[in-house]
């Protein structure tokens, strides 16, 4: 042994040096060294300080009622918050997940006897919209310019119909139009002509911020298999602004 027992009692270095030789025990960091067993002719076992006592090498410290508890109150509280932190992350990362629908919408928008020729007159386009978290089902999603370019004395199937989109291709402000002014965009005094081209500079006297012609929209003349009546049927679409060409939004 690394220390003698007279008289049967141990002296706190006596006591240490026993520890530290048989059970892996440091006085000095108040915990056990190790658990193991080694070359020494008596295996070494570990000082639980929860009970107090020596445990063998095989032997694990009994669970008492406090580690239960801690560990049944641990196992609920990470229960508890994977139950709110999946659905919370779910929601937030939503938007980023989602997919754009490209396509534009196609959608009848105004009858042809309503309309004259070479007077412009504004639709709305209604359809779903998606908004970040929130969903609706019927609104208007944009509106568009329909300008007729033939008059009754050709049939109704061969109208010459042009649509364009009330977007500014500038800064997306909303085009406007009146008889005097033609389109132009309030915003930073954008004019187009009623073609959709751009109107010069020489002919307005300053610069015309526009980078391209309105955006046209795909539209044509169909007929109700119903009521008979023709329509204007246009296929609406998005595009980026700020470009000199004419490219589609995601």
Not at 101 to 118: E, F, Y
């Amino acid at each position: 042994m690394g220390c003698e027992n007279k008289g049967g009692i141990l002296n706190s270095e006596s006591r240490s040096n026993y520890l530290s030789h048989n059970f892996g025990f440091d006085r000095h960091l108040g915990m056990q060294l190790a658990c193991l067993p080694t070359a020494s002719s008596q295996p070494r076992g570990s000082y639980d300080r929860n009970s107090g006592r020596f445990v063998p090498p095989c032997e694990f410290p009994a669970m008492n009622r406090r580690s239960l508890m801690k560990l049944v109150s641990r196992v609920i509280g990470w229960t508890c918050a994977l139950v709110v932190a999946v659905p919370g992350i779910s929601f937030i990362t939503a938007p980023l997940r989602r997919r754009s629908s490209s396509g534009g919408i196609k959608q009848r928008v105004v009858k042809l006897d309503n309309l004259r020729v070479g007077e412009p007159t504004q639709v709305a386009i209604t359809g779903s919209r998606q908004d970040a978290w929130v969903h609706y089902d019927e609104e208007v999603v944009g509106r568009a310019w329909i300008v007729r370019e033939t008059d009754d004395s050709v049939a109704p199937e061969e109208t010459r119909v042009r649509a364009f989109s009330s977007v500014c291709p500038h800064l997306g402000c909303v085009v406007q139009f009146n008889s005097e002014r033609g389109f132009n965009c309030p915003c930073h005094k954008a004019f187009f002509q009623p073609d959709g081209q751009p109107v010069s500079e020489a002919e307005l006297g300053h610069k015309n911020p526009t980078p391209r012609s309105l955006d046209d929209l795909e539209c044509q003349v169909v007929e109700d298999a119903e009521s008979g009546e023709w329509w204007v049927e246009v296929k609406y679409e998005k595009f980026e602004y700020g470009l000199t060409t004419k490219v589609p939004r995601a």
